[in-house]
C-alpha cells in the first residue's frame, strides 16, 4: 500500500450546499451512501473500493431559465466594474458584438440573448462622482437590453452616438479588446477597429489601450450566486464521464474510441450543452510506449479498439449557460478474472491524489503567487517515488480562462522559474486542478504511467475546493 493513500482526502461540502432552483433528482444510492462514508474517514480508513455506480443526472435549467439567472446576474456584475475599470486606469469600456462573430464577453456584460445588429456595441464610462454609466448601442431595440444600459427604443446610430459619448466624457483612456495573451483580450476585430477610428476622430483613436487586465480581472472574478449553478454543470460532465467510461457505452475488444467519441457527442447533445474541446481518449496498455506530443501522449486514433487490460483516460470538457468544465477521468478495463486495477495502477491514481492534497490543500491559499503555491506542492511531492507534474488553470467562462495559473517546467506554456509567476490567488476564483502522476508500475514490468487527473474547484481560505468529489478509484469496465 502506498504512503500516498493514507493521506488525508478532500472533503466534499457536497452535503452542506444550499438549496439551488434548478431542482436536482436525488442521487444517493445505498452503494454511493457507503462511498461517502467510507471518503469521509481519513487517516487509517481503508483506500476507496473500485468506482462503478453512476449517479443520475442532475435535472439541468432550460435555454429559457438559464437567460432570466443570468440576467439576474448583471446588477451584481456592474457594481463591481467600476472599482476594476480604476484599478486598471480605464476611463472607457467599449465592446463591439459583431454579427456572426460574437464578443466573447458580450454574453456576461448584456443579458444573454442573440445579438443580430450589424455591430452592437456597448459602453461602459467612468463617470466620477456620478459613477459608472452605461450605454447600448444596438440595431434592434430589445427589452432586456433596456434593463441594464441606457438604449433608446428607437436606436440611434453608433456614427452618431459613440461621438456624443467621447464629446460628453472626454476619456483619458478607451479600453479595447485588443492585445492579451488569450483570444478573449484581443476579440476586436481589425475592421470594428478601423470603424471605431474613423467614428471617433484620430484624437480618440490616441487614446486607445489594451483592455487585457481589466478582462483577465473580470473574468477572474466570480460571483457568489454562480457557484450552485457551476457545481450542477460540473455534475453534469461527471455523469457524462461515467457513463462514457462503462460497459453501458464499451464492449472491450469490440468498441472504438470513435464510438465512445460520438456518443459522448450525441449525449451532450441532449442536455443542451456543447463540447468547447473534442473528448480526447488516451490509451495506456503494458508493453507499448505512447507517442507524445508538447509531453503528453497524443490521443488514440478513432480506430483503436479498447481492449482488456488497458487504462482509458478520458479529456472532456461541455459548455452550458455561460461555464466551461474541463475533467480528466480513468478507467481499467478488467481483463478475465479480475476483480480490481492492479495494486501498481492503484498507486499510481494515489499518488495524483496525493499531488492534489499538496497542492490544493496545504499549498494554496489567497494572496499567494502562483510561483509560491507550486513550489512548495512540488517540493512537498519530491522524492515520493514518482514524478509530479502540475499545469493547472483558470476556468469558468472559458475552459482555457484568465487568471492565475499554476505549474511551471513541464509543457511549453508553463516552463518558467518560480519567482517569476507573481500573479496571486484569488479568493473565489475557479480553476481546473489539471495535473499527473508519472508512475513505474511493477505489474508492468516497471514501465511508466502518466495517470492525468482534472477537476473544476474553488479558492477558499482553507484552499481549493472541489466542486464534486474527486477519483480515489478507477472506473471499472467489465
Known amino acids: 500500500m502506498s504512503d500516498f493513500v493514507s493521506l488525508p482526502p478532500l472533503v466534499s461540502d457536497r452535503a452542506q450546499r444550499r438549496p439551488l432552483s434548478c431542482r436536482r433528482r436525488s442521487r444517493v444510492t445505498a452503494p454511493a451512501a457507503l462511498a461517502v462514508v467510507l471518503l469521509a474517514g481519513g487517516c487509517g480508513v481503508a483506500p476507496p473500493a473500485p468506482s462503478t455506480a453512476v449517479p443520475q443526472m442532475p435535472t439541468l435549467p432550460s435555454w429559457s431559465e438559464q437567460m432570466r439567472v443570468r440576467e439576474s446576474w448583471l446588477p451584481t456584475r456592474h457594481a463591481l466594474m467600476l472599482d ?12 463591439v458584438n459583431e454579427e456572426f462573430h460574437n464578443d466573447p464577453i458580450t454574453q456576461y456584460i448584456a443579458p ?49 452616438r459613440l461621438p456624443e459619448l467621447y464629446a460628453r466624457y472626454t476619456p483619458s483612456r478607451i479600453g479595447l479588446h485588443m492585445g492579451g495573451r488569450k483570444g478573449v483580450q484581443r476579440s476586436l476585430t481589425h475592421d470594428s477597429y478601423l470603424f471605431l477610428e474613423q467614428t471617433l476622430g484620430p484624437e480618440a483613436a490616441s487614446r486607445f489601450v489594451s483592455a487585457a487586465d481589466l478582462l483577465e480581472e473580470f473574468f477572474e472574478t466570480r460571483i457568489p450566486e454562480e457557484l450552485e449553478y457551476y457545481r450542477v454543470h460540473v455534475e453534469a460532465t461527471d455523469v457524462l464521464a461515467r457513463r462514457a467510461l462503462s460497459n453501458e457505452v464499451i464492449t472491450p475488444g469490440r468498441t472504438t474510441v470513435g464510438e465512445v467519441r460520438n456518443w459522448l457527442y450525441d449525449e451532450i447533445g441532449k442536455i443542451g450543452a456543447g463540447a468547447w474541446f473534442q473528448p480526447n481518449f488516451r490509451i495506456y496498455e503494458r ?192
Open 84 to 95: 476594476m475599470m480604476r484599478r486598471h486606469d480605464i476611463d472607457m469600456w467599449i465592446i
Open 112 to 160: 444573454p440573448r442573440p445579438y443580430s445588429g450589424n455591430r452592437d456595441i456597448f459602453v461602459f464610462v467612468d463617470a466620477g462622482q456620478d459613477g459608472l454609466k452605461k450605454y447600448a448601442i444596438t440595431g434592434f431595440p430589445q427589452e432586456q437590453v433596456r434593463r441594464h444600459f441606457e438604449s433608446p427604443r428607437d436606436p440611434v446610430p453608433a456614427t452618431t
Open 287 to 478: 508493453g507499448v510506449e505512447p507517442e507524445l506530443s508538447r509531453g503528453f501522449p497524443i490521443p488514440a486514433d478513432e480506430s483503436k479498439v479498447i481492449e482488456r487490460g488497458q487504462v482509458v483516460h478520458l479529456d472532456l470538457g461541455i459548455t452550458r449557460m455561460g461555464f466551461d468544465t474541463d475533467w480528466q477521468k480513468n478507467a481499467y478495463v478488467l481483463r478475465e478474472g479480475e476483480t480490481d486495477a492492479p495494486e501498481g495502477l492503484k498507486r499510481a491514481l494515489a499518488n495524483a491524489n496525493a499531488l492534489q492534497d499538496a497542492l490544493m490543500l496545504r499549498a494554496a491559499r489567497p494572496g499567494r503567487t502562483a510561483g509560491e503555491v507550486t513550489a512548495q506542492a512540488m517540493e512537498e511531492m519530491s522524492g515520493k517515488g514518482f514524478e509530479p507534474r502540475i499545469y493547472s488553470h483558470p476556468i469558468g467562462a472559458q475552459g482555457h480562462g484568465l487568471g492565475t495559473s499554476l505549474g511551471y517546467g513541464f509543457r511549453a506554456d508553463s516552463k518558467g522559474d518560480p519567482a517569476t509567476m507573481t500573479k496571486r490567488l484569488r479568493h473565489g476564483s475557479y480553476i481546473s486542478i489539471e495535473l499527473c502522476s508519472v508512475t513505474a508500475i511493477p505489474e508492468w514490468d516497471g514501465q511508466p504511467v502518466i495517470i492525468g487527473l482534472e477537476d473544476p474547484a474553488h479558492l477558499t481560505d482553507e484552499g481549493y475546493q472541489f466542486f464534486v468529489p474527486r477519483q480515489e478509484a478507477f472506473y471499472l469496465i467489465r
